[in-house]
Structures are given as structure tokens and as C-alpha cells.
């Protein structure tokens, strides 16, 4: 039963990394496709909103979950997002 439990999560889990939405298949996500979950993309994507709304003042953000925050995603909005920026936990 358990290993029926771990290979419908593993699945689950690939499933994350290789099946993506139409809004990320953009350049900034170019390099994070394949490595990171689409949770994990979601969450810049919202990060990227919030760059959006607030501008560039950087004291008005807050840092989240081990992925780029939006004070670092204003640093990278010319070309991709480096995989490097996201750190594992």
C-alpha cells in the first residue's frame, strides 16, 4: 500500500515538473522549465504580479519559500530567471 502511496506521488510529482501552462512558456521562466514544480511557478508568477503592482521599491516586499522573492525578480527582468535563484529546502 505504501509503495502504491510513493509511486502515484512520484508521478504526481513528474507530471509538476513537465506539464506547464501556456503563461509559462515566456523567457523569464525559460531556465527553471523541467527543474522546478509548476507550485514552485506559480509562486514567482505571483511574485512577478506583485513587481507589477508595487514597482521597484524593494522595502515593500517580503521573501518567500526558498524561491526568488520580487525584490530579486526585479533584478532579473531582462532575460531568464537562473535556476541558481531557486534554492532547494
Known amino acids: 500500500m505504501i509503495i502504491l502511496q510513493h509511486n502515484a506521488i ?3 510529482f513528474q507530471k509538476s515538473l513537465h506539464v506547464v501552462g501556456h503563461r509559462f512558456k515566456v523567457t ?3 531556465k527553471l522549465l523541467g527543474f522546478v514544480s ?3 511557478l506559480n509562486l514567482i508568477s505571483e511574485e512577478l504580479d ?3 503592482s508595487v514597482g521597484f521599491d524593494k ?3 517580503g521573501c518567500t519559500h526558498g ?3 520580487a525584490c530579486q525578480l526585479t533584478s532579473f527582468s531582462v532575460g531568464s530567471i ?3 535563484s531557486v534554492h532547494v529546502m
Open 82 to 84: 537562473p535556476l541558481k
Open 38 to 40: 509548476r507550485y514552485a
Open 10 to 12: 512520484k508521478v504526481s
Open 59 to 61: 522595502r515593500r516586499y
Open 50 to 52: 506583485r513587481v507589477k
Open 28 to 30: 523569464a521562466y525559460k
Open 67 to 69: 524561491l526568488p522573492c
